[in-house]
T-cell receptor, first 111, second 116 residues
Framework: QKEVEQDPGPLSVPEGAIVSLNCTYS??????FMWYRQYSRKGPELLMY????GNKEDGRFTAQVDKSSKYISLFIRDSQPSDSATYLC???????????FGAGTRLAVHP | EAGVVQSPRYKIIEKKQPVAFWCNPI?????LYWYLQNLGQGPELLIR????????DSQLPKDRFSAERLKGVDSTLKIQPAELGDSAVYLC??????????????FGPGTRLTVL
């Protein structure tokens, strides 16, 4: 079993929809939770990160972490065709520890 | 500000041939990472440098892979000899050092390697 599980999709939604992307994990030592976005033929770019449990909002994006359930989510409001990409969750424990990535969920937002 | 630069972008070689990838990180970033990304998977760390020192290379297959970061700036990742299973995208990333900086890694576009 992988440390981080993520549904690969693809997920297809109409423009303007609310998108929910999720990851589950097994390592209770994880403290930092990241969401990266990767466009085709590009490297990943950080969208946002959260420390421990709770919510964090940045524009149309909201990240949620539920450590008791070992479950994290990314919500995208008013989705746009430009949001079409692969979304990777990543997490690590404290101090330095390498990022453990999920497999990524492919999202397509159609006009 | 220039991002992480990688070259070449694409490489096709025959098995058993050597191959090298080059990375120039963002100016001022002391931490440099090499990742392997297989199709449909997330990146997996191969090696991390803090300045010139390789501080985490536990995932690097040392029988055929080697890396160096001379002068603490550019880095080169080499495979010799390449195998069919090495076909993947090799990503370089850089970040500032310490604390929350490790969460924000800046990735290059990657080198897509095909081994025939």
């Amino acid at each position: 079993q992988k440390e981080v599980e993520q549904d690969p999709g693809p997920l297809s939604v109409p423009e303007g929809a609310i998108v929910s992307l999720n990851c589950t994990y097994s390592n209770s030592a994880f403290q930092y939770f990241m969401w990266y976005r990767q466009y085709s033929r590009k490297g990943p770019e950080l969208l946002m990160y959260t420390y421990s449990s709770g919510n964090k909002e940045d524009g149309r994006f909201t990240a949620q972490v539920d450590k008791s359930s070992k479950y994290i989510s990314l919500f995208i409001r008013d989705s746009q065709p430009s949001d079409s990409a692969t979304y990777l969750c990543a997490m690590r424990s404290g101090g330095y520890n390498k990022l453990i990535f999920g497999a990524g969920t492919r999202l397509a937002v159609h006009p | 500000e220039a991002g992480v630069v990688q070259s070449p972008r694409y490489k096709i070689i025959e098995k058993k041939q050597p191959v090298a990838f080059w990375c120039n990180p963002i100016s001022g970033h002391n931490t440099l990472y090499w990742y392997l990304q297989n199709l449909g998977q997330g990146p997996e760390l191969l090696i991390r440098y803090e300045n010139e020192e390789a501080v985490d290379d536990s995932q690097l297959p040392k029988d055929r892979f080697s890396a160096e970061r001379l002068k603490g700036v550019d880095s080169t990742l080499k495979i010799q000899p390449a195998e069919l299973g090495d076909s993947a995208v090799y990503l370089c990333a850089s970040s500032s050092t310490g604390g929350y900086s490790y969460n924000e890694q800046f990735f290059g576009p990657g080198t897509r390697l095909t081994v025939l």
